[in-house]
């Protein structure tokens, strides 16, 4: 992949390899979500206890990128693209690692509320946190690939999330209402829903931060359409 | 106030300006949290509206640092210490934006609840927003001065914005109960009442950042004790 032009080979490795650091931390991240999810619906507080337990390796690949890059801008006194790439992976880790969070906060869910007497609560997490899964997943693609198109296609999911949360939102209601000494444990549960619902947010940044990095342009707070016409 | 040592006094204004922008832009933020708290208390849709309308100038302000501060880095190729102080800026007004969310989310609630028979539900949600609004005043205060001291002791505020916040949340829990109609109309004043909470989090960020930018030390993800040894 090349980025801005530049003699030095050895900055270009410098470069890929913060880079690869992204994508392995994003890949950590989508695992985390995934075993949290897999740990609720199965009821299986071992797992959800090794996703508590491994959420300090995401912080810790979040500082030790920042300081990559902290001291690649010191070093290599990037300009143009390389300095927009460098920006972008800056931003791109600190909504990775919230993303992470959110994985340790369903886990939580998990170990606070194993009986089966609240799976009916949980199951409706389920499809909601494949999504998230799955726009997670796209969007580590299109930064992998720097694809702008990719990107937008990204973005575009999160209506679809948002949709889906409500439902959720709604159901959970439905039951409080139904059942009030039940209230404390919904509301465990609603809050993990909305915590996946902003991974949504935070997925539809980091296709900002790509469209940054490939055309130069900060599109974050601008609508849809303004958006399109940039692309 | 002297950053690193560098021959270039543009270059000192220049970081003097962008951190006078910061602060302005905390000011403004400060602000809507007010009225939003204002607005909800008094059930002023006027004034809520007002926060929603200014929401764009606290984007519009993360927008045009972030560029001041990529432009420094590609001219003026900090190093050290200024190095330190661009990156804490740009972390430190990702911060400030989403407490101007906050803002609008609080203003969103006295608009679409504007009747006073909810009036005992938001009025749960004022000490809390208060201690909230003063956390924001005290770490603003610490940043104009790049005081750890002063950033380490808004940090321990945070504990007791989260006792806070768990009795606002026992208390809505059992209007709820009392009430199970109320429910959708109370869940919006839980989702404000988190909001609100999560700006401790915030703000104990931005106390990191100072201490980054002063010590050198990232001491994100480290318990209170390991903060305390640095500084």
């Given at each position: 992949m090349h980025f801005g032009r530049?003699?030095?080979?050895?900055?270009?490795?410098?470069?890929?390899?913060?880079?690869?650091?992204?994508?392995?931390?994003?890949?950590?991240?989508?695992?985390?979500?995934?075993?949290a999810m897999q740990a609720l619906h199965k009821d299986d507080t071992e797992l959800a206890r090794k996703v508590v337990r491994d959420d300090h390796k995401v912080n810790a690949m979040e500082v030790s990128i920042d300081e990559a890059c902290t001291r690649i801008i010191a070093k290599r006194q990037p300009t143009a693209k390389d300095l927009r790439l460098v920006m972008a992976i800056i931003k791109t880790i600190t909504d990775l690692e919230r993303i992470g969070d959110v994985a340790t906060r369903i886990a939580y869910v998990a170990i606070e509320q194993p009986s089966t007497k609240h799976q009916k609560f949980h199951v409706s997490l389920e499809p909601l946190c494949r999504q998230a899964i799955a726009m997670l997943h796209q969007v580590l693609d299109a930064f992998a690939r720097m694809d702008v198109d990719a990107a937008a296609e990204v973005y575009k999911l999160d209506d679809k999330l948002d949709a889906e949360y409500e439902a959720v939102i709604r159901q959970l209601m439905t039951y409080m209402m139904e059942d009030p000494k039940n209230i404390p444990n919904i509301l465990q549960v609603m809050w993990s829903a909305r915590a996946i619902e902003r991974v949504g947010d935070r997925c539809q940044n980091i296709c900002e931060y790509i469209i940054y990095f490939v055309k130069g342009k900060d599109v974050r707070h601008l609508d849809e359409k303004a958006i399109n016409d940039i692309l």
């Amino acid at each position: 992949m090349h980025f801005g032009r530049h003699i030095s080979g050895q900055f270009n490795a410098e470069l890929e390899s913060i880079r690869t650091h992204v994508l392995t931390m994003g890949g950590l991240v989508e695992q985390q979500l995934s075993f949290a999810m897999q740990a609720l619906h199965k009821d299986d507080t071992e797992l959800a206890r090794k996703v508590v337990r491994d959420d300090h390796k995401v912080n810790a690949m979040e500082v030790s990128i920042d300081e990559a890059c902290t001291r690649i801008i010191a070093k290599r006194q990037p300009t143009a693209k390389d300095l927009r790439l460098v920006m972008a992976i800056i931003k791109t880790i600190t909504d990775l690692e919230r993303i992470g969070d959110v994985a340790t906060r369903i886990a939580y869910v998990a170990i606070e509320q194993p009986s089966t007497k609240h799976q009916k609560f949980h199951v409706s997490l389920e499809p909601l946190c494949r999504q998230a899964i799955a726009m997670l997943h796209q969007v580590l693609d299109a930064f992998a690939r720097m694809d702008v198109d990719a990107a937008a296609e990204v973005y575009k999911l999160d209506d679809k999330l948002d949709a889906e949360y409500e439902a959720v939102i709604r159901q959970l209601m439905t039951y409080m209402m139904e059942d009030p000494k039940n209230i404390p444990n919904i509301l465990q549960v609603m809050w993990s829903a909305r915590a996946i619902e902003r991974v949504g947010d935070r997925c539809q940044n980091i296709c900002e931060y790509i469209i940054y990095f490939v055309k130069g342009k900060d599109v974050r707070h601008l609508d849809e359409k303004a958006i399109n016409d940039i692309l």
